[in-house]
């Protein structure tokens, strides 16, 4: 099983940063695909969250308007696009995937890092 992000950098702020993660060795369309970020210090939080299936979504009230997560079942790819990047923005990244129907197992990306600095 793997997770694998990419598209994180650094950005000024204002712009705007596309993640991907893609996902192989689990049935993709059956689980929910979050991004959650983590900066030193802090607990890792949630950012936004798709269903399988490409169901309903939910955001962390400081990125909604700014961030839109969506799903290509076909490539097994979970994306995260972040516009109108702050600098509280700036954290690691990560890829999660949970099964979507009850309890079964969870998996974890490597992250990425987001650095939004002039």
């Known amino acids: 099983v793997q997770l694998v992000e990419s598209g994180g950098g650094l950005v000024q702020p204002g712009g705007s940063l596309r993640l991907t993660c893609v996902a192989s060795?689990?049935?993709?369309?059956?689980?929910?695909m979050s991004w959650f970020r983590q900066t030193p210090g802090k607990e890792r939080e949630l950012v936004a969250a798709?269903?399988?299936?490409?169901?309903?979504?939910n955001y962390a009230d400081s990125v909604k308007g700014r961030f839109t997560i969506s799903r290509d079942d076909a490539k097994n790819t979970v994306y995260l696009q972040m516009n109108r990047l702050k600098p509280e923005d700036t954290a690691v990244y990560y890829c999660?995937?949970?099964?979507?129907?009850?309890?079964?197992?969870?998996?974890w990306g490597q992250g990425t890092q987001v650095t939004v600095s002039s």
């Open positions: 798709m269903r399988s299936f490409g169901g309903s979504t």
């Open positions: 060795g689990f049935t993709f369309r059956f689980y929910a």
């Open positions: 999660y995937a949970r099964w979507d129907y009850g309890a079964g197992y969870d998996y």
